[in-house]
T-cell receptor
């Protein structure tokens, strides 16, 4: 059981380049999330998807777009990367609507924008 | 809206000593509370959670936490730490109502010394 899988694990981008971070979960969860982690700031929610076909902004959505491709997959896109987007990105999923127990996290994507 | 405060950014402790990592939250509604651990270059792993019931919650690796509603606290404790407990610890909260969002504290780095 893989849980939450993120690709890639590491990425270096030049300012202005675009890229998509991929996330897939195999736990049949309805809810999926993208967080970013920065030193001294914990994890901050970028976007979330409460169910297939819906997405909503979190705390820090500027500069990002998301797609809930199907129940399993939730991607995060940086259209024009900026150095301020250098961070570690985590995808998560949970079963909030079916009796929430915990959120499961992927291993993270370490992104550097130069 | 909810918020989480972890009062200590770093806690150094000697091996086999007890430790307490502090977490206070703010919320106008009932909440679920969590502690996650992050080992270097890894994702987040759930240590323990409070959803309802007994206010003393036991988790993995010998950790426990006590939910104190009057103090709005959820402090994490371990009676005797090991070198392998060196990691970053995050307290998180989510509302029990319609919110799907985990709100994280800024993290506490536990440094266990021999």
């Amino acid at each position: 059981n893989a849980g939450v899988t993120q690709t890639p694990k590491f990425q270096v981008l030049k300012t202005g380049q675009s890229m998509t971070l991929q996330c897939a979960q195999d736990m049949n969860h309805n809810s999926m999330y993208w967080y970013r982690q920065d030193p001294g700031m914990g994890l901050r929610l970028i976007y979330y998807s409460a169910s297939e076909g819906t997405t909503d902004k979190g705390e820090v959505p500027n500069g990002y777009n998301v797609s809930r491709l199907n129940k399993r997959e939730f991607s995060l896109r940086l259209e024009s990367a900026a150095p301020s987007q250098t961070s570690v990105y985590f995808c998560a999923s949970d079963d909030y609507d079916r009796g929430f127990t915990e959120a499961f996290f992927g291993q993270g994507t370490r992104l550097t924008v130069v | 809206a909810q918020s989480v405060t972890q009062l200590d950014s770093q806690v150094p402790v000697f091996e086999e000593a007890p430790v307490e990592l502090r977490c206070n939250y703010s919320s106008s509604v009932s909440v679920y509370l969590f502690w996650y651990v992050q080992y270097p270059n890894q994702g987040l792993q759930l240590l323990l959670k409070y959803l309802s019931g007994s206010t003393l919650v036991k988790g993995i690796n010998g950790f426990e936490a006590e939910f104190n509603k009057s103090q709005t606290s959820f402090h994490l404790r371990k009676p005797s730490v090991h070198i392998s407990d060196t990691a970053e610890y995050f307290c998180a909260v989510t509302a029990t109502g319609s919110s799907y969002k985990l709100i994280f504290g800024s993290g506490t780095r536990l440094l266990v010394r021999p």
